[in-house]
T-cell receptor, first 113, second 109 residues
Framework: DAGVIQSPRHEVTEMGQEVTLRCKPI?????LFWYRQTMMRGLELLIY????????DSGMPEDRFSAKMPNASFSTLKIQPSEPRDSAVYFC???????????FGQGTRLTVV | EDQVTQSPEALRLQEGESSSLNCSYT??????LFWYRQDPGKGPEFLFT???AGEEKEKERLKATLTKKESFLHITAPKPEDSATYLC??????????FGKGTKLSVKP
């Protein structure tokens, strides 16, 4: 398996633009997580899906952030409109079941100027 | 509120100098504690899972242990290639991983 695949790897956008990050989890995994990593705050959970259903979105910063998982093999994280403080590395991870280890993608480095 | 604290924030060792990293946690409904290694520019890489107090796991020069409130990652005779940031992440009752800020380990030859 190729592991968790995220795209794009790098994204530079202007403030106010819409940004969409994409994730393909490991085949067969039924849990998917979106994290954001910054130097100041470390890894923060944004949202967690189980069987394509959002279970915990309490980490989503505000209404500008939205996430979807239309099927078991694809998820998106959208920011609209983007702001400079959204600049961070965004990671997607997937796991098999609620107690198993999560495997991470390589991340998307987002820069909002 | 679930909390995870890792110490020290940074650790510099000479090659061969053994040490331990600490992870203190307060998590309700703990469903395992996970250790990850993260290299610069990469995603966290899974190392260990511990599920109950007293459990130990080993992998090469690393050994992870777990108590009811803490986990330790012991590094024996480290090598420069062990340099990385080590993250601990208890898993809460809803299944989400709660990450500490990590310990940045540097091993000098």
């Amino acid at each position: 398996d190729a592991g968790v695949i995220q795209s794009p790897r790098h994204e530079v956008t202007e403030m106010g633009q819409e940004v969409t990050l994409r994730c393909k989890p490991i085949s067969g995994h039924n849990s998917l997580f979106w994290y954001r990593q910054t130097m100041m705050r470390g890894l923060e959970l944004l949202i967690y899906f189980n069987n394509n259903v959002p279970i915990d979105d309490s980490g989503m910063p505000e209404d500008r952030f939205s996430a979807k998982m239309p099927n078991a093999s694809f998820s998106t994280l959208k920011i609209q409109p983007s702001e400079p403080r959204d600049s961070a590395v965004y990671f997607c991870a997937s796991s098999l079941g609620g107690g198993a280890e999560a495997f991470f993608g390589q991340g998307t480095r987002l820069t909002v100027v | 509120e679930d909390q995870v604290t890792q110490s020290p924030e940074a650790l510099r060792l000479q090659e061969g100098e053994s040490s331990s990293l600490n992870c203190s946690y307060t998590v309700s409904g703990l469903r395992g504690l996970f250790w990850y290694r993260q290299d610069p520019g990469k995603g966290p890489e899974f190392l260990f899972t511990l599920y109950s107090a007293g459990e130990e796991k080993e992998k090469e020069r690393l050994k992870a242990t777990l108590t009811k409130k803490e986990s330790f990652l012991h590094i024996t005779a480290p090598k420069p290639e062990d340099s990385a940031t080590y993250l601990c992440a208890p898993r809460g009752s809803q299944g989400n991983l709660i990450f500490g800020k990590g310990t940045k380990l540097s091993v000098k030859p």
